[in-house]
């Protein structure tokens, strides 16, 4: 039903969330894209997954009490990329793809004849979205096909869904400019009245709500945010047919917007109370909206306290229009549902709640907040009492940990001058220049998968686990040396997750059994959760780096993970500062060095491909963390002597604004994605005076595409031409376990034949 805005009033709802995971609850998603795209099976039975998840996710909502249903919400990849297909934005090299499904995958992943879009993270989480590409060329045009049969599908089932869109500010903001193009931003007159066409559109169909997430607005990284609000939404809501306008922030504080926001027509304004703050809210003018209120953590897996976010509630009565309760951000980012998770002791139980309980808290206290707290007392005072039982558990406050944290002085992650160091570790290694090496996985392959399965089940024992292990280490070492590259590496078999494979060996940690969550297209993690103090019992990789050793005539790189990235790929503790649980992680890491020195490891590499990824997505508050990011690094990474070589890698991301902390992680080497986004990073790493070793990845490993020798040699001169040879490490961008023994053999055999090129 189309609405005349001058006499528009919006249709009343008291709970929601500003979306849901897509993945499925056994990711049945995963399973029916890689079948699609492995030739498996046909569109069909895709698409008949699709419908059937959706429809799923529609009734669990509508099952719990949650009374506006948001739609479009499925991806078969990506949300961001989806709104590059919505407004005819896909780059000229994947429009000569015709099937448009097709032209999708190609765009995500990359095919034969096309080189995939980039990925980065969604702002501060560990999703990753399709980077769009704007340039001059691009048309813009609307092609509303997919969020409307996503509502018609709603209707159809008897649901008033509310569809989601990426809004025009943030789809601009972070899409990329190609061949020197202006920034998208200024694009934004071309967008905007796209989106008013979609308003129509979406009225005519008879929606009575649309959210337009616009998370963008809680940073302060882009300039005018505010004034841009205002025009943008101020034009929508001025849209002569449309349904009420609901604009969505999440992840942060919107303060500078909120106010501009409620200058224009739309009727409400979804703002996230657990990273943000209710005072900014209360003071924005947003008396005549409707204000969609996070205060239930839609990122984190701890149970609300819900007395507590019943005051924030209260807090606002009076002070806006009206309130409507809701998840911080979609629950997109943790997992389904707690149920089936019969590993946990009831302790740490009652601490949770996933998916489908974060949705019973919101309804709750929809309910709370309507009718008063006696309403809700039963779920109330559970809530009370479970999380009572936090402040005094042991295994959180554990005297040996507190007492090594107090000790800590800065001698404890400072090492030697880079330059003596790198004296003594050339002497001992002597590695050719352009030295070659991997960044730690090889495939898992489905006998690896088989294998941890069987011993998960109790069909194989230990003994045989490792069996199968070491025989994948042998090959792994054998498919190196036979390819020819200079440091080794062990494969990593023994990993189902380079987080979660330590998470399950550290006490503090607690590892999900089907807690996964999306990561990028159909790559799902399984997040472990960091609930208490961190102590190590026992070495975690020792044995597996010494069998790899013994097997290798060249040295083997130990492989860890850091402290910050276990911390960002983990749901973790909130009852301290992030920067004393970085701290108690880098003191096992660092035992973990030593151990691995002890047993003849001349290198140790420590991954921190997540250190962007938890920067502050507000300016002020980046100094702090980076501050303790590296601390915690230098921890984990001092505690060995000068001739140990450490490398750390670090992707997924532009490393532009934390390139001066990637230079203080003092890192002997330091590999780098750098291969999609050809190389900028080696001219910013130039820009701060970074004197230490670099390997910027020469390949895309991404994709499944082999890159050919002089494809590579190309990417390799480039690099030559910021660094010269005897900084230079050659390797691909990432791990290699999501490829196939086949592609890495020939992707590696023509890296090596680029280096021996150059050289
Ligand atoms: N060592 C890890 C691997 O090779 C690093 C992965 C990553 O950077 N995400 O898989
Ligand atoms: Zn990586």
């Given at each position: 039903?189309?609405?005349?805005?001058?006499?528009?009033?919006?249709?009343?709802?008291?709970?929601?969330?500003?979306?849901?995971?897509?993945?499925?609850?056994?990711?049945?998603?995963?399973?029916?894209?890689?079948?699609?795209?492995?030739?498996?099976?046909?569109?069909?039975?895709?698409?008949?997954?699709?419908?059937?998840?959706?429809?799923?996710?529609?009734?669990?909502?509508?099952?719990?009490?949650?009374?506006?249903?948001?739609?479009?919400?499925?991806?078969?990849?990506?949300?961001?990329?989806?709104?590059?297909?919505?407004?005819?934005?896909?780059?000229?090299?994947?429009?000569?793809?015709?099937?448009?499904?097709?032209?999708?995958?190609?765009?995500?992943?990359?095919?034969?004849?096309?080189?995939?879009?980039?990925?980065?993270?969604?702002?501060?989480?560990?999703?990753?979205?399709?980077?769009?590409?704007?340039?001059?060329?691009?048309?813009?045009?609307?092609?509303?096909?997919?969020?409307?049969?996503?509502?018609?599908?709603?209707?159809?089932?008897?649901?008033?869904?509310?569809?989601?869109?990426?809004?025009?500010?943030?789809?601009?903001?972070?899409?990329?400019?190609?061949?020197?193009?202006?920034?998208?931003?200024?694009?934004?007159?071309?967008?905007?009245?796209?989106?008013?066409?979609?308003?129509?559109?979406?009225?005519?169909?008879?929606?009575?709500?649309?959210?337009?997430?616009?998370?963008?607005?809680?940073?302060?990284?882009?300039?005018?945010?505010?004034?841009?609000?205002?025009?943008?939404?101020?034009?929508?809501?001025?849209?002569?047919?449309?349904?009420?306008?609901?604009?969505?922030?999440?992840?942060?504080?919107?303060?500078?917007?909120?106010?501009?926001?409620?200058?224009?027509?739309?009727?409400?304004?979804?703002?996230?109370?657990?990273?943000?703050?209710?005072?900014?809210?209360?003071?924005?003018?947003?008396?005549?909206?409707?204000?969609?209120?996070?205060?239930?953590?839609?990122?984190?897996?701890?149970?609300?306290?819900?007395?507590?976010?019943?005051?924030?509630?209260?807090?606002?009565?009076?002070?806006?229009?009206?309130?409507?309760?809701?998840?911080?951000?979609?629950?997109?980012?943790?997992?389904?549902?707690?149920?089936?998770?019969?590993?946990?002791?009831?302790?740490?139980?009652?601490?949770?709640?996933?998916?489908?309980?974060?949705?019973?808290?919101?309804?709750?206290?929809?309910?709370?907040?309507?009718?008063?707290?006696?309403?809700?007392?039963?779920?109330?005072?559970?809530?009370?009492?479970?999380?009572?039982?936090?402040?005094?558990?042991?295994?959180?406050?554990?005297?040996?940990?507190?007492?090594?944290?107090?000790?800590?002085?800065?001698?404890?992650?400072?090492?030697?001058?880079?330059?003596?160091?790198?004296?003594?570790?050339?002497?001992?290694?002597?590695?050719?220049?352009?030295?070659?090496t991997t960044i730690g996985s090889?495939?898992?392959?489905?006998?690896?998968?088989?294998?941890?399965?069987?011993?998960?089940?109790?069909?194989?024992?230990?003994?045989?686990?490792?069996?199968?292990?070491?025989?994948?280490?042998?090959?792994?070492?054998?498919?190196?040396?036979?390819?020819?590259?200079?440091v080794?590496v062990h494969?990593e078999?023994?990993?189902?997750?380079m987080?979660?494979?330590?998470?399950?060996?550290?006490?503090?940690?607690?590892?999900?059994?089907?807690?996964?969550?999306?990561?990028?297209?159909?790559?799902?993690?399984?997040?472990?959760?960091?609930?208490?103090?961190?102590?190590?019992?026992?070495?975690?990789t020792?044995?597996?780096f010494?069998?790899?050793?013994?097997?290798?005539?060249?040295?083997v790189k130990g492989m860890l993970t850091g402290?910050?990235?276990?911390?960002?790929?983990?749901?973790?503790?909130?009852?301290?500062?992030?920067?004393?649980?970085?701290?108690?992680?880098?003191?096992?890491?660092?035992?973990?060095t030593?151990?691995l020195?002890?047993?003849?490891a001349?290198i140790i590499q420590v991954d921190e491909p997540?250190?962007?990824?938890?920067?502050?997505?507000?300016?002020?508050?980046?100094?702090?963390?980076?501050?303790?990011?590296?601390?915690?690094?230098?921890?984990?990474t001092?505690?060995?002597?000068?001739?140990t070589q450490i490398h750390t890698h670090l992707?997924?991301?532009?490393?532009?604004?934390?390139?001066?902390?990637?230079?203080?992680?003092?890192a002997d080497v330091t590999s780098?994605?750098?291969?999609?986004?050809?190389?900028?990073?080696?001219?910013?790493?130039?820009?701060?005076?970074?004197?230490?070793?670099?390997g910027?990845?020469?390949?895309?490993?991404?994709?499944?595409?082999?890159?050919?020798?002089?494809?590579?040699?190309?990417?390799?001169?480039?690099?030559?031409?910021?660094?010269?040879?005897?900084?230079?490490w050659?390797n691909?961008?990432?791990g290699?376990?999501?490829?196939?023994?086949?592609?890495?053999?020939?992707?590696?055999?023509?890296?090596?034949?680029?280096?021996?090129?150059?050289?």
């Amino acid at each position: 039903m189309s609405v005349d805005t001058t006499t528009h009033t919006a249709q009343p709802f008291t709970a929601t969330v500003p979306g849901t995971a897509r993945i499925g609850a056994n990711r049945e998603l995963k399973r029916a894209v890689e079948a699609y795209w492995a030739g498996r099976s046909d569109r069909a039975a895709l698409e008949a997954v699709a419908v059937d998840l959706r429809a799923t996710s529609r009734r669990g909502l509508t099952g719990t009490g949650i009374d506006s249903v948001p739609v479009n919400t499925f991806s078969y990849y990506d949300q961001v990329l989806d709104t590059a297909v919505m407004l005819g934005a896909l780059p000229q090299r994947v429009e000569a793809i015709s099937d448009p499904l097709d032209r999708y995958f190609a765009a995500a992943r990359g095919s034969d004849d096309v080189t995939p879009l980039e990925m980065t993270k969604w702002f501060d989480t560990n999703y990753h979205y399709i980077v769009p590409e704007i340039g001059p060329d691009t048309a813009f045009t609307l092609d509303a096909t997919r969020v409307l049969t996503e509502l018609a599908e709603a209707t159809a089932d008897g649901v008033d869904g509310r569809p989601v869109v990426v809004g025009p500010i943030t789809f601009l903001a972070l899409s990329k400019a190609v061949d020197n193009a202006a920034a998208p931003l200024t694009r934004l007159d071309e967008v905007v009245p796209l989106y008013v066409d979609l308003l129509g559109r979406l009225a005519e169909a008879g929606a009575q709500w649309v959210q337009i997430d616009e998370p963008i607005l809680v940073t302060d990284t882009v300039e005018n945010l505010p004034a841009l609000a205002e025009s943008v939404y101020s034009t929508l809501s001025e849209a002569r047919s449309r349904p009420s306008i609901l604009v969505q922030t999440y992840f942060g504080d919107a303060r500078e917007s909120l106010g501009a926001l409620g200058r224009t027509g739309v009727e409400a304004v979804g703002v996230d109370l657990v990273a943000g703050g209710v005072e900014s809210v209360r003071s924005a003018g947003l008396g005549g909206k409707i204000v969609v209120a996070g205060v239930v953590d839609g990122r984190n897996v701890w149970r609300t306290d819900l007395d507590a976010a019943l005051g924030v509630l209260e807090s606002l009565r009076g002070s806006v229009g009206s309130l409507v309760v809701s998840t911080s951000c979609s629950t997109l980012h943790v997992p389904y549902t707690l149920a089936g998770e019969d590993g946990l002791d009831n302790t740490l139980r009652g601490w949770l709640a996933f998916a489908s309980e974060k949705h019973a808290e919101v309804v709750a206290l929809a309910r709370a907040f309507a009718n008063g707290r006696a309403d809700q007392a039963d779920v109330f005072d559970a809530a009370a009492t479970a999380l009572a039982s936090r402040a005094d558990d042991p295994r959180l406050h554990v005297d040996a940990v507190r007492a090594r944290l107090t000790a800590l002085t800065s001698a404890d992650w400072t090492r030697s001058d880079s330059a003596a160091r790198r004296t003594v570790q050339d002497a001992a290694l002597n590695l050719p220049t352009l030295a070659t090496t991997t960044i730690g996985s090889y495939p898992q392959t489905t006998d690896i998968r088989k294998a941890r399965q069987a011993l998960r089940t109790g069909t194989i024992d230990a003994a045989e686990y490792t069996h199968h292990m070491q025989a994948e280490i042998a090959d792994v070492i054998a498919l190196q040396e036979q390819v020819g590259l200079d440091v080794l590496v062990h494969g990593e078999p023994e990993r189902n997750d380079m987080v979660q494979y330590f998470a399950e060996q550290l006490d503090g940690f607690f590892a999900t059994v089907n807690g996964w969550v999306q990561s990028y297209g159909s790559r799902c993690v399984r997040p472990p959760i960091l609930f208490g103090d961190v102590v190590r019992p026992a070495p975690m990789t020792v044995d597996w780096f010494a069998y790899a050793q013994s097997l290798a005539s060249k040295p083997v790189k130990g492989m860890l993970t850091g402290p910050v990235t276990i911390l960002a790929w983990s749901f973790v503790r909130d009852d301290q500062p992030l920067a004393d649980t970085a701290k108690q992680v880098a003191l096992a890491i660092r035992d973990e060095t030593v151990d691995l020195e002890q047993s003849g490891a001349a290198i140790i590499q420590v991954d921190e491909p997540a250190l962007r990824e938890l920067l502050p997505l507000r300016a002020a508050d980046r100094a702090a963390y980076l501050d303790w990011a590296v601390t915690a690094f230098r921890l984990s990474t001092a505690g060995v002597g000068d001739a140990t070589q450490i490398h750390t890698h670090l992707c997924y991301s532009e490393f532009g604004e934390v390139i001066g902390a990637i230079a203080d992680l003092d890192a002997d080497v330091t590999s780098i994605e750098a291969a999609r986004s050809h190389m900028e990073v080696l001219a910013d790493l130039n820009g701060i005076g970074f004197a230490n070793q670099v390997g910027p990845g020469v390949y895309d490993i991404h994709s499944p595409r082999v890159p050919a020798a002089d494809e590579v040699t190309a990417s390799l001169r480039e690099a030559l031409a910021a660094v010269p040879a005897d900084r230079l490490w050659v390797n691909p961008d990432c791990g290699l376990k999501t490829r196939t023994t086949g592609e890495v053999t020939e992707a590696l055999t023509n890296m090596v034949a680029a280096a021996h090129a150059v050289r």
